[in-house]
């Protein structure tokens, strides 16, 4: 089991930046991918990026595209997320997930943290 601690979150002015961190612990060697999810209040959780671990290769939700990177360290196993130009509608909780390898779901889930951007 991997464990997995999001920090980062915060409130912030639309057009401002945030930067989200996720340290992943326990088996994070046998992770395959990180994500980031987010949870708006009456909504969904929504995908917003994922990174597959080893080689690098990011994939993002058509509404963050050219705004959030998705990024990571694997000397620290820690995933990244850098918000820029952030809007009133990314206002949610956001969860960094893993997805171990041999699996087709993100198993693993962190607490969340809240980023709330006011206008």
């Known amino acids: 089991q991997v464990q997995l601690v999001e920090s980062g979150g915060g409130l912030v002015q639309a057009g401002g930046s945030l930067r989200l961190s996720c340290a992943a612990s326990?088996?994070?060697?046998?992770?395959?991918?990180m994500g980031w999810f987010r949870q708006a209040p009456g909504k969904e959780r929504e995908f917003v990026a994922s990174i597959i671990w080893s080689v690098g290769s990011t994939y993002y939700a058509d509404s963050v595209k050219g705004r959030f990177t998705i990024s990571r360290d694997n000397a620290k196993n820690t995933a990244f997320l850098q918000m820029n130009s952030l809007k009133p509608e990314d206002t949610a909780v956001y969860y960094c997930?893993?997805?171990?390898?041999?699996?087709?779901?993100?198993?693993?889930w962190g607490q969340g943290t809240q980023v709330t951007v006011s206008s």
């Open positions: 326990g088996r994070a060697f046998s992770m395959l991918a």
């Open positions: 997930a893993g997805r171990d390898a041999g699996t087709t779901n993100f198993g693993s």
